[in-house]
């Protein structure tokens, strides 16, 4: 069985509780069901016994006596409707209450009567189960046979029996449930570390451990929420520094690119190598502005608390973005009615054109840019009609400072390999997603899916 194959842990326990109390009760169930029913059963066939030993000795009496209407005295022993007496002499049977075959009686119960052996023996006859008391009988060569009914005691057994199965049945389930419960109860800090881990990992530094009152657990809620603290504050630093870093950068960049552009107006006077060093100077120059500025946007975005929402149409947005570019138009699909998401306006703008931006430096420009609405999502899908993405490359271009198969190049479309970062997390901050899929006709087709708010 594969790891993806096994229980969890909580049902692991739970199904441990339930086959242990399963197989406690079937114990308890087999003693009760072996002493209940033994004692039952000794007791109705010592009851069939006294009662045959009474009437053979009535019997015994009136054939000593000669005493007429021995069928008649027969017919009075029996105890009810379902009772059989049977009197075996020489060439005759006598029989009394209900009608049973005598040929159905074992050949050796009658035998030991014969030789003067009492006994006795648990009979099926007719479908009813019956106990047989063979007697002899002293004043005559004969055998006084009775068949007491154990229909009863019967249909008690089968009563108890289902009581016991029952009762089985629902001790194990029981138990399932009762472990289901200690081990939710028992793993619920687990789960909350768990919870707590996932949202730090997604980038909610703010996540922590509630306060524990159990103390094997207090330490490790401790160590795990100073643990948080720390890293929320190494980010905060880092986030900080970077932004500090770029505020710096700001003024001589500005100088640089009002001399790159001024260079790039003079293109035209300057011939030959110190062109095409004029060329990749204000190309990297206008790189290096763009990567100050992603990065001025991370780290405000790394140290901004949670902005305050407000409902957003979003393909009106889309509508708006798109509008305000320059260049050719591109492809828009809009679902009727358009969807709407709980967000920030900035950070919206900046998803759409950051993602059109990457379409436009990569592949060639985006073909296709869609908002629509799916399974209570608002989704918007951008498609270009370049080389498409690695599928081992999919998860590892929104990272920081990633640029795929360009890292180490130069040049003007290579970009600073944040803008697609800044987008994950601004789509996080928004609660959704962000994925690339292999666009149909080839290319990429980037998927940003964002839970659609309530009108």
Known sequence: ???????????????????????????????????????????REQSAVRQAE???????????????????????????????????????VLTGGRQVDPAVLPRELLDLGRAGVPAGQRLIVGDMPVYAVTLPITNADGVYVEVAPMLQLDRTFRFLSAVLVAATVASGLLGVALGSWAGRRALRPLTQLTNAASRI????????????????????????????????????????????????????????????????????????????????????????????????????????????????????????????????????????????????????????????????RHAGGAVRVAVLRRGGLAVLEVDDTGPGVAPDARTRIFERFDRGTRAGSRGADTGSGLGLALVAQHVQRHGGTVHVVERPGGG?????EIPEAER
């Not at 842990?9 to 399963?22: H, K, P």
């Not at 009136?62 to 075996?88: H, M, N, Q, V, Y």
């Not at 990429?444 to 940003?448: D, Q």
């Open 444 to 448: 990429a087709r980037f998927v940003v």
């Open 54 to 92: 009474v009437n053979v000795r009535l019997v015994d009496e009136s054939l000593r006596t000669g005493s007429e209407g021995l069928d008649e005295l027969l017919k009075g022993l029996t105890a009810g409707p379902d009772t059989t007496i049977l009197l075996f002499r020489p060439g005759q």
């Open 201 to 360: 990992a997604g980038g909610d530094l703010k996540a922590r451990l509630p306060a524990q009152t159990d103390p094997d657990l207090t330490p490790l809620a401790a160590t795990f929420n100073s643990t948080a603290d720390a890293l929320e504050q190494r980010v905060l630093r880092d986030a900080r520094f970077a932004g500090d870093v770029s505020h710096e950068l700001r003024s001589p960049l500005t100088t640089m690119v009002n001399a790159s552009e001024v260079l790039r107006r003079r293109r035209a006077d300057i011939p030959g190598t110190a062109g095409r060093a004029v060329d990749l100077l204000t190309s990297e120059v206008d790189r290096f502005a763009r990567m100050v500025v992603d990065l001025l946007e991370i780290s405000r975005a790394d140290q901004e608390d949670d902005p305050t929402l407000e409902a957003i149409d979003l393909g009106s947005l889309v509508v708006n973005v798109l509008a305000a570019r320059q260049g050719p138009p591109v492809p828009l699909e809009l679902a009727s009615p358009s969807p709407h998401v709980l967000g920030d306006r900035r950070r919206l703008d900046r998803v759409v054109s950051n993602l059109v931006d990457n379409a436009e």
């Open 1 to 43: 069985m594969t790891r993806a194959h096994r229980f969890s842990l909580r049902w692991r326990v739970a199904v441990v509780l339930g086959v242990g109390s399963l197989l406690l009760t079937s114990v308890l169930a087999l003693v009760v069901w072996n002493l209940a029913s033994g004692y039952m059963l000794r007791q």
